[in-house]
Structures are given as C-alpha cells and as structure tokens.
C-alpha cells in the first residue's frame, strides 16, 4: 500500500490522503478538500482514483467531492448514517465493513462516534498497520465535539476501540496539530520527558513532511489516553475540585475534553 499524505496548507490544518494499490494503480482518496493537489499528485503517479471515502460530514473534509467525482467517476463511501448529512454517498459503510482498493489494500471500517455521530475510521490490514482516523484522534490530542459531536461517545470509542489497536499501528489524522497538543500534555504533565523530546522534534515541523506517530507513541505523548497518570489526575483536580468525589477514567477524559476546548 502507497500512502500519500497531502498537507492543503491551509487555514484548517487539513491532511488529505491518497491509498494506492502498488500493482494495479487503483487509488483511495480520503476526504479529499483539495481536489485539484489530489488530482495532480494521482496524475502524476499513474493512478487511478476509483473511490473516495469521507470520514465524516464537515465541509473541511467532504468539500471536494463533487469535483473529484466529476473528473473520475469515483464512488462516494461514508457512513451509512450520513445520508442526510453528505449528498450523493454511493455506498453506506457500518463498523465491521472492509473496502478493498485494487489487490493490496484492505482497509476495516471502525464506526468511530464522538466528534460526529457518524464518523468512521479505516485501519488498514497490512504489514504495518495504519489508522486513517479522520477527527476523531490527532497526533497527541483528540477530537472536539462542538459540531454534532458528543464527548461521551468519543470516550467510548477511545477506551473500546483505540486503545485496543497494535501499538505499531502508524497513525494519519486529519489535521496537523501535533506541536500544540503537545504543549497542551505538557501543561498537565510538565515531567513527561517522552513528551519533552517529542516537542523538540516536531516544534516547527515542514508539515509537507510530518513526523508520523503510531499508538505506542500516542500512549506516551496523548493525555486522551493516560487517564491513569498520577499528575495528570492531580492537575485535574487542582482545576475542578468537584471531580475528586467521582474520579474515573471517563469523567478524567470528560474533563480533559472541556480542558481542551478552552485551553
């Protein structure tokens, strides 16, 4: 499988994607904003764009489609609740469904809730195995849930389906905010030396060219999965006292999530 990871440059942070099967040219394009850079990077690669698949409804990510299609003829794949919400979807894809692209690509579908209702993300089944995971994880961070969204479904989908994934799984969002995420982990866990090094690699990175974590790094660097972490719990505390009545890993992530939006 070829993963061409497309930075839009622009004022969003989008990565864009393109999936091509090495012995056929068929290719995958992945919520696609910047139809124009997917459609000359396919060009000139030789390849085929046969499907498309957005990751979820939001304009930053669905507002290619049409003039991708008009120019391939690609399917259109979403979730199959994200009928009333992304016009023209050709094929309604459910958590358990795997899309195949050419003959080396196999991605599963996970059904993903939490920054949308109906978000999806792909895990590709490969000798490395990646995550095309859309808004729902960032590099160090996590998905808002301001638009259609709703943070106790995205706690759900982090305890019972990313934090089960191969610690080699490399990881593709949909946007590049890894430095200040980072910054945000260091804010409540200033002693996280893994996180310290990271920052230091990635401070002003070319995002034509970004460092690409996978899930055993995220699990050292990403505040959304160390709800265990002592400090972390204690900085929690500091800030909404109220919660010490009621700490649990979900109302750990629950704040962290409001931290977040506001920090």
Known sequence: MIV??????????NFNYLLAC???????????LDHSKCLNIAKDNGWDITKIINTHHHLDHIGGNDQLIS?????????????????????????GDVVKIGKTIELEVLDTPGHTMSHVCLLSH???P???SGDTLFNAGAGNCHNGGDPYYLFSTFK????KLKDDTLLYPGHEYIENNIRFTLNLEPDNLYAKDMLDRVSNQDPNYPFVTNIGIEKKINTFFR????????????????IKNKLNKKNIFLALRELRNNW
């Open 130 to 132: 990646s995550l095309f």
């Open 160 to 163: 019972n389906i990313l934090s």
């Open 126 to 128: 490969s000798n490395v």
């Open 71 to 95: 120019k391939t003829n690609a399917k259109l794949l979403a979730h199959e609740n994200a009928n009333h919400l992304i016009n023209n979807i050709d094929i309604g894809l459910s958590g």
């Open 22 to 32: 090495d012995e056929t040219g068929e290719a995958l394009a992945i919520d696609p």
């Open 4 to 13: 061409e990871q497309i930075w839009t440059n622009n004022p969003y942070r």
């Open 227 to 242: 709800l265990n972490e002592k400090l972390i719990i204690e900085n929690i505390v500091k800030l909404d006292p109220e």
